[in-house]
T-cell receptor, first 113, second 112 residues
Framework: DVKVTQSSRYLVKRTGEKVFLECVQD?????MFWYRQDPGLGLRLIYF???????EKGDIPEGYSVSREKKERFSLILESASTNQTSMYLC????????????FGEGSWLTVV | GEDVEQSLFLSVREGDSSVINCTYT??????LYWYKQEPGAGLQLLTY?????DMKQDQRLTVLLNKKDKHLSLRIADTQTGDSAIYFC????????????FGSGTRLQVQP
């Protein structure tokens, strides 16, 4: 069964903390994505990666960085968390062409206080 | 530029049909998708349509694509309370960014 696993479902962090959100997929997919979901704004792409050590900025990369050292793992990093980064973060993956089915994790709810 | 728009909320009665609409701006879209998100969960692909098609039917779901008006719709026949969720439309392009662009999502509420 296809699986995209986000290690933390709920996190509460303080302003200025460094935050790591981890995502692992077990399908040998080359493409992985981080989206942010906010009410009324839908999903906005933060970063994506189409190969190990490769990354591309999405629509809202400011305040975020990513790491893809292994094919199965894609990490989202908030270098210095701010309250406006309180949101739901969704990881996704797919193989080959983007038209193939994209599989999503269950999401990580991050609250920055 | 890429822009996908949806209305935010739709309420229907159980047993009625639901129609969720979406407009997009990029004429080079190749595939258009409908995703469903249930409370507390990630997104699940419901169906998709290739841009050279006008219609696709899959059991209770009918997708209509008007390429001239850049309008996509999802019709759910005999809507059930289990259909209550947020529905996202999304587009992909033949060239350029290798990621989907999503709409804001439509929250469907089904009243018994």
């Amino acid at each position: 069964d296809v699986k995209v696993t986000q290690s933390s479902r709920y996190l509460v962090k303080r302003t200025g903390e460094k935050v790591f959100l981890e995502c692992v997929q077990d399908m040998d997919h080359e493409n992985m994505f981080w989206y942010r979901q906010d009410p009324g704004l839908g999903l906005r792409l933060i970063y994506f990666s189409y190969d190990v050590k490769m990354k591309e900025k999405g629509d809202i990369p400011e305040g975020y960085s990513v790491s893809r050292e292994k094919k199965e793992r894609f990490s989202l990093i908030l270098e210095s968390a701010s309250t406006n980064q309180t949101s739901m973060y969704l990881c996704a993956s797919t193989w080959g062409q983007i038209r193939n089915t994209i599989y999503f994790g269950e999401g990580s709810w991050l609250t920055v206080v | 530029g890429e822009d996908v728009e949806q209305s935010l909320f739709l309420s229907v009665r159980e047993g009625d049909s639901s129609v969720i609409n979406c407009t997009y701006t990029d004429s080079s879209s190749t595939y258009l998708y409908w995703y469903k998100q249930e409370p507390g969960a990630g997104l699940q692909l419901l169906t998709y349509i290739f841009s050279n098609m006008d219609m696709k039917q899959d059991q209770r779901l009918t997708v209509l694509l008007n390429k001239k008006d850049k309008h996509l719709s999802l019709r759910i026949a005999d809507t059930q309370t289990g259909d209550s969720a947020i529905y996202f439309c999304a587009e992909s392009m033949a060239t350029g960014r290798r990621a989907l662009t999503f709409g804001s999502g439509t929250r469907l509420q089904v009243q018994p």
